[in-house]
């Protein structure tokens, strides 16, 4: 299904307590399945309790880049994404963003 040049790579943050997902996987995560070379985000779905979820998650960040913390894209999440793990998206975001960087640094 993916390619030989993407690799992938989680980002890990937490929740509130009372968090439908912390009660469920202790933490937030998202899986980011993500092109070598450019950082382009090809595929992702996170913890989430809710489908609907994890659709919405997709399409805020699908296609964007791992390659450098976007600003805009963490505006984005705080702009269209009104749920109890709206800070656990851009945390998780960045330490995605942080992963894909040593990744890249352990292969030159």
């Known amino acids: 299904m993916y390619n030989k040049n993407t690799i992938y790579v989680v980002g890990n943050s937490k929740t509130n307590t009372d968090n439908a997902i912390t009660n469920r996987f202790s933490s937030f995560f998202i899986g980011f399945v993500v092109d070598i070379d450019t950082g382009e985000i090809i595929d992702l779905s996170c913890s989430s309790t809710i489908r609907t979820t994890d ?3 997709k399409t805020l960040l699908m296609g964007k880049s791992l390659k450098i913390f976007d600003c805009n894209l963490e505006e984005e999440v705080k ?5 109890s793990s709206q800070r656990a998206i851009v945390v998780a975001y960045k330490d995605a963003v942080k992963k894909y960087d040593e990744v890249k640094l352990r292969q030159f």
């Not at 702009?79 to 749920?83: P, Q």
Request: without cysteine; proline residues 0%; aromatic residues 24%.
């Open 79 to 83: 702009r269209r994404y009104h749920g």
């Open 55 to 57: 659709d919405f998650i």
